[in-house]
C-alpha cells in the first residue's frame, strides 16, 4: 500500500489482500508442499510410522491445494504398505 491511497479495513478488503498475497506465493507453497510429501514418504517407507506420514502428507494437502505427483506417489506407497500385510496374512490364514 502506497502513502496516497486510502486506507480501506473492511472486511472485503482485507480478504482481497490476503488472496492477492496468497496468489504471489503460490510458487513457494507449491515447494512446501513438494518437500513435505517427500519428508511424509520418507518417514512412511524408512521409519514405518503410518500416522505421523498421513498428518505430514495432510499437513502438506493444507499448504498447498494442488495435489504433487509426489503426493501421489505417497498414496500408493501407503496402500502398498497396508494391503501387502492384509495380503500375506490372508494368504497365510488358506
Excluded: C, H
Excluded at 40 to 54: E, K, P
Excluded at 70 to 79: D, P, R
Aim: net charge positive; charged share 15%; aromatic share 14%.
Amino acid at each position: 500500500m502506497s502513502e496516497g491511497e486510502p486506507r480501506t479495513y473492511s472486511k472485503e478488503a482485507v480478504l482481497n489482500r490476503f488472496r492477492a498475497a496468497r496468489k504471489t506465493r503460490e510458487r513457494e507453497l507449491l515447494w512446501l508442499a513438494y518437500a513435505l510429501d517427500v519428508a511424509a514418504l520418507f518417514v512412511l517407507i524408512a521409519l514405518g510410522w503410518t500416522l505421523v506420514s498421513i498428518l505430514v502428507f495432510v499437513a502438506a494437502r493444507f499448504a498447498s491445494k494442488v495435489p504433487t505427483l509426489i503426493g501421489w506417489g505417497f498414496l500408493a506407497a501407503l496402500a502398498g504398505f497396508i494391503l501387502a500385510p492384509m495380503l500375506f496374512q490372508f494368504i497365510a490364514t488358506i
